[in-house]
């Protein structure tokens, strides 16, 4: 597999019956997903788009994100992933600079975009979730891929630049897979996994912990677009989750959450930790209260997003808590 296209499209022909999606009380399979992707890669040819163009996506963490996503990469576009909490001042910015062809969001977001429309000479085609429902029934589900090479540019995600404003980094499909690999070898995973994906899928670690990576290997991504403590805990109970990737401040909120012991998390079998430092002493802790281990990672998105992960296993490890590399402590 060469790119993210192909990867998808491999991943559901292989694992066509097994959930891909689940999304409040909606299951999708890895079959049916692709048919969704299958139709939106269509429309976005009758609008014109073509490879190397740019589709922004202002979306949370539902099945829309992901049909859009994943469209981008079938059809060689660049998917330009866009915080939910971007002001309409912010957005102009980022689509004239990103020069995006197509916005993507959610109805009760169409007015950011509406207010700064007419400065927006290149982003002409506005899309809502609602749409994406009706080009996924509509269809049709047969297209033409272009030819995509390891390099092609794949994903561009903006953060914090040196001269004050944001800066697009642009990460290629062959950047994003082996980081895909990466996390999910760290972690054993397989199609059995679930995954809870809580962090952004417009944030590089959101995007490649929680959504490539599983869906790499044929796994579960449990979409949460809002979430509390409380409705972490129950979707780790209700849907079995084994893998979650997120920032420290979810893991520490887990461990000092008073009712986290009314809730079964037995099926939890990984979780690692980034975006800012853990406190040392509470990797231990989350380990002493849910019998699972937290490994903690360095990254930046300009990487795609991992640079380094704390030890696992004897006789390497595991590596002394607060350290995201495999080094002896001194």
Not at 150 to 169: E, H, Q, R, W
Not at 261 to 276: A, E, M, N, P
Request: glycine share 8%; with cysteine.
């Amino acid at each position: 597999m060469t790119n993210l296209g192909q990867m998808f499209e491999e991943i559901c022909r292989r694992y066509a019956d097994n959930t891909a999606l689940i999304y409040e009380d909606q299951t999708i399979s890895y079959g049916a997903l692709n048919r969704s992707v299958d139709a939106l890669v269509h429309h976005f040819q009758t609008l014109g788009l073509r490879k190397g163009d740019k589709a922004a996506l202002m979306l949370p963490n539902c099945p829309e994100f992901v049909v859009s996503y994943f469209a981008c990469q079938k059809i060689g576009a660049v998917a330009v992933t866009l915080n939910v909490l971007s002001t309409p001042y912010e957005l102009s910015f980022l689509l004239a600079d990103s020069d995006a062809r197509v916005f993507i969001t959610q109805p009760t977001l169409t007015k950011r975009f509406e207010e700064i429309k007419n400065d927006m000479p290149l982003c002409r085609h506005l899309l809502t979730t609602d749409d994406l429902k009706r080009i996924a029934v509509a269809g049709p589900f047969t297209v033409d891929i272009p030819e995509i090479a390891p390099d092609d540019p794949a994903v561009m995600i903006y953060t914090s630049g040196l001269t004050g404003k944001p800066l697009g980094a642009m990460l290629t499909h062959h950047n994003l897979l082996t980081q895909s690999t990466l996390l999910m070898t760290i972690c054993s995973a397989d199609e059995t996994f679930r995954g809870l994906a809580v962090i952004p899928h417009f944030h590089s670690f959101g995007a490649v912990g929680n959504m490539l990576g599983p869906m790499w290997v044929g796994a579960s991504v449990v979409l949460m677009e809002r979430f509390t403590l409380d409705s972490i805990f129950k979707a780790i109970e209700k849907e079995k989750v084994t893998y979650i990737a997120a920032v420290p401040r979810l893991f520490m909120g887990m461990v000092f959450h008073d009712k986290g012991d009314q809730y079964d998390v037995s099926s939890l079998k990984f979780c690692i930790t980034g975006g800012s430092a853990m406190p040392p002493e509470f990797i231990p802790l989350f380990k002493e209260k849910f019998g699972v281990l937290l490994v903690e990672g360095y990254g930046l998105t300009e990487a795609s997003p991992v640079c380094s992960v704390g030890r696992l296993h004897p006789p390497a490890g595991p590596g002394r808590p607060g350290s995201a590399c495999r080094s002896s402590p001194v």
